[in-house]
């Protein structure tokens, strides 16, 4: 399967350590530029008890939920509070958070979707 590359938001829109909900494709998709200025794209509902995760904040290049503050890095997904603090069995049991491929070009911040989703 392939992706196809859809717009998702005006560049200009995601200020630095901010969140936004974008559109793609009909499918819900949470932008977010980290502290360095680089955009990620995630689902936007927490993998532990689905909270809207635009509702949270960017914190050292992970989304913070909003509901319990579990942290999830937005570069690799993986939980990084408290997957490092609970035991081992506990945290396992987290998943990790869905990401997109995603690039900024001519302005626009674009979201790779798969092309039957498009």
Avoid at 30 to 45: F, K, N, Q
Wanted: charged share 25%; net charge negative.
């Amino acid at each position: 399967m392939a992706d196809v590359w859809r717009k998702a938001l005006p560049s200009d829109d995601l200020e630095r350590g901010k969140l936004a909900k974008a559109f793609v494709a009909g499918q819900a998709v949470l932008l977010a530029r980290l502290e360095d200025g680089t955009v990620a794209a995630s689902s936007p509902l927490c993998p532990h008890e689905r909270a809207d995760l635009s509702q949270g904040s960017v914190y050292m290049g992970a989304v913070d939920c909003p509901l319990h503050h579990y942290l999830y890095d937005l570069r690799t997904g993986q939980n990084r509070y408290p997957r490092n603090v609970f035991p081992a069995d506990l945290a396992e049991k987290l998943g990790d958070l869905p990401l997109y491929r995603v690039k900024e070009e001519e302005g626009w911040i674009w979201v790779a979707v798969d092309e039957h989703e498009a």
